[in-house]
C-alpha cells in the first residue's frame, strides 16, 4: 500500500479462513498516509550569508518525493506564502536586503501534506562596491 495516497487510509483487519477450524479475524490496523517532513538546502557555494544582488537557489527535498517531480510545493518566507512558487526549486530574488528572511517549504504528494520544513534563515550583507565613506573635515 502507498504510504503516500489518501485513497488507501482507513483501517484494514486481516481474515483467515481454515476449512477444519474456522475463521479469525485480526485487531484493526488504522493506516494514515504521511508525507516526510523536507529539509531545505542551498545552491552551490550558496551560505546562509549573502551578498547583496546575488540569486541563491533554495531546493526542497522530500524523501516522499525522490526527483521532486510527484508532489507539489510551497514555498513560505517569514510565515507568508510566496505566490507562484510551487516547484521544489525556488531562486531568491537578493537584488538588496529583501531577499533576507526565514523560508519554509511544505510538500504534498497525492492529497497528503508534509509539515513544514526547519526554518532555513537567509541573511543578506551589502555588496562591498555599493559601500562608500565620506571624509569629514
Same mark, same amino acid.
Given at each position: 500500500?502507498?504510504?503516500?495516497?489518501?485513497?488507501?487510509?482507513?483501517?484494514?483487519?486481516?481474515?483467515?479462513?481454515?476449512?477444519?477450524?474456522?475463521?479469525?479475524?485480526?485487531?484493526?490496523?488504522?493506516?494514515?498516509?504521511?508525507?516526510?517532513?523536507?529539509?531545505?538546502?542551498?545552491?552551490?557555494?550558496?551560505?546562509?550569508?549573502?551578498?547583496?544582488?546575488? =540569486? $541563491? &537557489?533554495?531546493?526542497?527535498? %522530500?524523501? #516522499? @518525493? *525522490?526527483?521532486?517531480?510527484?508532489?507539489?510545493?510551497?514555498?513560505? !518566507?517569514?510565515?507568508?506564502?510566496?505566490?507562484?512558487?510551487?516547484?521544489?526549486?525556488?531562486?531568491?530574488?537578493?537584488?538588496?536586503?529583501?531577499?533576507?528572511?526565514?523560508?519554509?517549504? =511544505? $510538500? &504534498?504528494?497525492?492529497?497528503? %501534506?508534509? #509539515? @513544514? *520544513?526547519?526554518?532555513?534563515?537567509?541573511?543578506?550583507?551589502?555588496? !562591498?562596491?555599493?559601500?562608500?565613506?565620506?571624509?569629514?573635515?
Amino acid at each position: 500500500v502507498p504510504n503516500t495516497d489518501n485513497t488507501y487510509a482507513g483501517w484494514y483487519t486481516c481474515l483467515v479462513t481454515v476449512s477444519t477450524v474456522g475463521s479469525s479475524e485480526s485487531t484493526r490496523y488504522t493506516l494514515t498516509p504521511t508525507v516526510a517532513t523536507p529539509t531545505i538546502t542551498a545552491s552551490g557555494s550558496a551560505t546562509r550569508y549573502e551578498i547583496a544582488g546575488t =540569486t $541563491v &537557489t533554495l531546493t526542497c527535498t %522530500s524523501l #516522499s @518525493d *525522490s526527483g521532486g517531480s510527484r508532489g507539489t510545493y510551497e514555498w513560505k !518566507k517569514d510565515t507568508t506564502t510566496v505566490t507562484g512558487q510551487n516547484s521544489s526549486t525556488y531562486a531568491v530574488p537578493n537584488k538588496d536586503d529583501k531577499g533576507a528572511g526565514s523560508y519554509t517549504c =511544505t $510538500v &504534498t504528494v497525492s492529497g497528503v %501534506s508534509s #509539515s @513544514d *520544513s526547519e526554518e532555513f534563515i537567509l541573511k543578506v550583507t551589502p555588496d !562591498k562596491e555599493s559601500c562608500s565613506l565620506a571624509s569629514y573635515s
